[in-house]
C-alpha cells in the first residue's frame, strides 16, 4: 500500500438495501458538474455522457418480479486501470485519492475507456450544445468539455476543493459531513455517503466496517473506494 | 570444375534493362493508375477532414466500443510490415537465394505500410489537433508524456521501425541507384547521383557494403519482433476480458508475420505481371514463399488454438462471454477466418502444384490477408462490446467515415508503391546479377548441372 500523503481519502458508500432507484443522483450529478445534455438519439447510440447510471435489473419470474438497482460511478479506484494507459497524463492519481481527469490535456486516445472495468468513463463524442436558457445553469465552477475528450464523475472535485480552501483558511480539516458530492446530496434515501475513509470516526469509515460491504468486480485488485452495502436481513435473492 | 561464366542469355546489359524496365517513362495506364489510386486517396482525406472539422459522431464507435476500424488497420497495417524484415533480413542471414528477386519490393512494402499503419493512431484521436501532446518535447510547463502508457511504447516502437526500415531500404538500393544513375540523363540522373552518395564500385565499397548490410539484416529482426509485441502489449496489458492475455505477443507476432508474407506473394504475383519479370520470378520462387506461408500458417493455428482453449477450459465466466458472443455475432466472419488462415493454407499448400502456380497463390495469398484482416477485427470489437458490466454492453459497425479512410489507406498504399516503382529500381538489380555470375554449369557424370559457385557476399 502505497503511503498516504494527505489527510484525506475520499469515499462513498452506497447502500443498495436504502436505493429506491428514483434517479434524483442522476438529475443532481447532471446538473451540478455541466453534463451535456442528451436525446434519444444520442442515448440510443451508447453515447450518453451520464456520469452516474442507475443500472436496473429484473429478478425472478412474472409475477414475483423485483427490480434491482445499482447506481454506478467513477469508483475511484486505488489502482485505478484508466490511469497508466492515458499517454499524456491526462488521467491521473491526486494524493486525496481521486482520479483526476485533465481535459484540456487530454487528446481522446479512448484507451482509459477501454480499460475501465466498470465503463463510467463517457466521452464526448459530440460537439454538445446548450439550447437556451439552459446555458444559463451551467457552473461557472466547472470546465465545460469540447468534442473529443473523455470525462467521468469527479466526486464534485470542485466541492471538495472549496471545502478544503475554507477548512484551511480556518487552520482546520475538513469536518465530516462538511463536503458532499451532489448525487449524494439529493439522494432522498439517504442511500449514498460520502466522506473521508482516512478518518476512522467519520459517517463512511464507520459504515465501511459493515459486514454487508462489497465493493464491484473486487478481483480485478483495483482497489475502488466506493462501496456497496447489501444484504442486511432483508435479502430476496 | 569449370571455370565460372556468364551464361550469355543474360549478359549484364540485358539484365540491367529488364530489371530496370519499370523505370521507363509512365504509359497512359500508369496515369490513370496513379489517378484512380489519388481518388481515392483524396476521398479518404475528405472522409477524414470531415471528421475531423465536425466531431466523432460519425464514427460507429460508442460506449463501450471506444476503439474500431481505425485500431484494426493500425494493427493490420503494421503486421503487413513484417514482410520486408522477413523477406530481406532472415532469409538473407540465412542465405536463402531465392529472395533476391523480391527483397526490393519486400522492403518497400515494409516502410510504406508501417508508415500508414503508424498514421492510425493519430487519425483515432479524439483531438487530432493536439497530437502533439504524445511528443516527449521540451516546454516550459514541464509536461512529459506518460510511458508507462502502451502507446508511448507504440509510438517509440513504430518511430524506430520506420527509421530502421527505411534506411534498411536505403542502404540496399545504394549499387542499383549507382547504376541507375549511370544509365540516366536530365533530373532523374540528378537525382539517383545525389542519392547514390557517389557510389563507384570499387572493391573497398563493396566489402563496406556488404558489412553494413548484413548488420542491418541482423538489427532489424529484433525491432520486427519487438514493434508487434508491443501493439500486441496494448491489448494484453489490460484488464479487458479477452484481451488480457499472455500469448497476445508471439500471436499477434506470428499473426504479423504470415499477413506479411502473404503480401510478399501478392505483390509479386502483381510485379511480375505488371513489369515482365516473369524471367527473375519464377514459379521456384512462389514454390519457396508458399512453404514459407505453409509454415507460418502452421504456427498461426498453433497460437489461436492455443488461445481459445486455455480460455474455454478455464472458462472463466466473463472471459468466455466474451469468445461465445463472437462466436454467436460473427460466425461467417469467424469461419472465413479460420477458412482463410488456416485451413486453406494448409491443405492447399502442400501440394506442390498449387505453390508454382502463380493464380493460386495469388487468390490464397489475397484470401490469407483478408482473414488477418478480420481476425485483428474479432480481436479489438468483441472484447470491447461485451466488457465486464453486463449494463453497458453494445455492438459496433462502422460507418462510411471510417470505411472510406480505410480504402484510402489502402489506395494510399498502392499509390505510394506505384510512384516508388516508377521512380527506383524494383527489383534488386546488383543482387540478382551476383547470383547470375556466380551460377555455374558443375559437370556431373555426363550432364552439367547449374550450381551457385563461391561464398555469399564479403564478409567471409
Known amino acids: ?22 434517479g434524483a443522483c442522476v438529475v443532481a450529478c447532471q446538473a451540478e458538474n455541466n453534463v451535456a445534455i442528451c436525446g434519444k ?20 419470474e412474472y409475477p414475483n418480479v423485483r427490480a434491482r438497482f445499482l447506481p454506478v460511478l467513477c469508483q475511484h479506484c486505488r489502482d485505478a486501470p484508466c490511469e497508466p494507459v492515458c499517454p499524456v497524463y491526462a488521467s491521473y492519481h491526486n494524493p486525496d485519492g481521486l482520479n483526476g481527469q485533465v481535459y484540456n490535456r487530454c487528446v481522446g486516445t479512448r484507451y482509459c475507456g477501454n480499460n475501465c472495468p466498470y465503463a463510467v468513463r463517457v466521452f464526448n463524442f459530440y460537439s454538445h450544445q446548450w439550447p437556451k436558457p439552459l446555458d444559463n445553469q451551467l457552473s461557472p465552477d466547472i470546465t465545460v ?33 462538511e463536503v458532499q458530492p451532489a448525487c449524494a446530496q439529493t439522494c432522498p434515501a439517504e442511500a449514498l455517503v460520502f466522506g473521508n475513509l482516512a478518518d476512522p470516526r467519520s459517517r463512511v469509515a464507520r459504515l465501511v466496517r459493515s459486514p454487508r460491504r462489497f465493493r464491484l468486480l473486487e478481483h480485478l485488485g ?16 | ?22 523505370l521507363r517513362p509512365p504509359t497512359l495506364r500508369w496515369y490513370l493508375l496513379a489517378f484512380f489510386l489519388g481518388g481515392v486517396v483524396a476521398w479518404g482525406l475528405y472522409a477524414f477532414g470531415y471528421m475531423v472539422s465536425t466531431d466523432m459522431s460519425c464514427t460507429g464507435l460508442d460506449r463501450p466500443v471506444m476503439w474500431g476500424v481505425y485500431i484494426v488497420n493500425f494493427v493490420f497495417w503494421i503486421g503487413l510490415s513484417h514482410s520486408g524484415t522477413m523477406v530481406s533480413a532472415i532469409l538473407r542471414l540465412s542465405r536463402a537465394n531465392w529472395r533476391r528477386p523480391i527483397l526490393r519490393a519486400a522492403e518497400a512494402m515494409t516502410v510504406f505500410t508501417v508508415t500508414i499503419g503508424g498514421l492510425f493512431p493519430l487519425i483515432h484521436l479524439g483531438r487530432n489537433w493536439v497530437f502533439f501532446y504524445l511528443i516527449p518535447y521540451p516546454n516550459q510547463r514541464g509536461l512529459w508524456p506518460n510511458f508507462r502508457s502502451a502507446l508511448l511504447w507504440d509510438a517509440t516502437a513504430i518511430f524506430t521501425y520506420i527509421i530502421g526500415s527505411s534506411l534498411f531500404l536505403y542502404l540496399g538500393m545504394l549499387p542499383d541507384l549507382a547504376v541507375a544513375r549511370d544509365r540516366c540523363a536530365g533530373w532523374r540522373r540528378t537525382l539517383y547521383g545525389a542519392l547514390a552518395m557517389g557510389w563507384r564500385g570499387t572493391a573497398r565499397e563493396w566489402l563496406i557494403f556488404q558489412k553494413a548490410s548484413t548488420l542491418m539484416a541482423a538489427l532489424i529482426i529484433p525491432v520486427a519482433v519487438s514493434v508487434h509485441s508491443i501493439v500486441a502489449w496494448d491489448f494484453a496489458v489490460t484488464v479487458v476480458p479477452g484481451w488480457h492475455s499472455t500469448i497476445f505477443p508471439p500471436y499477434f507476432v506470428i499473426g504479423a508475420i504470415l499477413s506479411g508474407v502473404a503480401a510478399v506473394i501478392t505483390l ?21 514463399m508458399g512453404k514459407l506461408l505453409l509454415v507460418i500458417a502452421l504456427l498461426w493455428s498453433y497460437a489461436y488454438f492455443v488461445e481459445v482453449q486455455t480460455t474455454w477450459y478455464a472458462h472463466e465466466p466473463i472471459e468466455w462471454e466474451v469468445f461465445s458472443f463472437m462466436a454467436g455475432r460473427y460466425t461467417p466472419a469467424l ?15 502442400c501440394f506442390r502444384r498449387i505453390r508454382r502456380s502463380v493464380g493460386a497463390m495469388l487468390v490464397i495469398s489475397l484470401l490469407v490477408n483478408v482473414a488477418m484482416f478480420i481476425e485483428r477485427y474479432l480481436i479489438i470489437v468483441p472484447s470491447l462490446s461485451h466488457k465486464n458490466m453486463p449494463f453497458v454492453w453494445g455492438t459496433y459497425s462502422p460507418s462510411w467515415v471510417e470505411l472510406s479512410v480505410t480504402a484510402g489507406a489502402f489506395a494510399g498504399f498502392a499509390l505510394m508503391y506505384t510512384f516508388f516503382a516508377k521512380c527506383f529500381p524494383m527489383v534488386a538489380l546488383t543482387d540478382v546479377r551476383e547470383l547470375e555470375a556466380r551460377k555455374v554449369l558443375v559437370p556431373f557424370a555426363r550432364a552439367e548441372l547449374p550450381s551457385i559457385a563461391g561464398k555469399e557476399g564479403g564478409d567471409d
Request: aromatic share 8%; net charge positive.
Open chain 1, 222 to 237: 483495483t482497489h475502488p473506494s466506493v462501496y456497496y452495502l447489501k444484504g442486511g436481513g432483508r435479502e430476496h435473492v
Open chain 2, 268 to 288: 509479386m504475383a502483381i510485379i511480375r505481371k505488371a513489369f515482365h519479370l516473369e524471367e527473375f520470378l519464377t514459379p521456384l520462387h512462389f514454390d519457396n
Open chain 2, 335 to 349: 469461419v472465413l477466418m479460420l477458412v482463410g488462415n488456416s485451413l486453406l493454407p494448409l491443405t492447399l499448400l
Open chain 1, 145 to 177: 468539455r469540447p468534442r473529443g475528450v473523455m470525462e467521468k464523475c469527479t466526486f464534485c472535485v470542485q466541492r471538495i476543493r472549496r471545502a478544503k480552501e475554507d477548512a484551511s483558511g480556518e487552520g482546520r480539516l475538513v469536518r465530516d459531513g
Open chain 2, 1 to 22: 570444375m569449370s571455370e565460372p561464366t556468364l551464361s550469355a542469355a543474360k549478359s549484364a546489359v540485358r539484365m540491367n534493362d529488364a530489371m530496370l524496365s519499370s
Open chain 1, 1 to 22: 500500500m502505497e503511503k498516504q500523503t494527505s489527510p484525506y481519502r475520499w469515499g462513498m458508500v452506497v447502500d443498495l438495501d436504502r436505493c429506491t432507484g428514483c
Open chain 1, 41 to 60: 438519439k444520442e442515448i440510443a447510440e451508447g453515447r450518453n455522457m451520464h456520469w452516474l447510471r442507475i443500472e436496473r435489473f429484473w429478478v425472478g
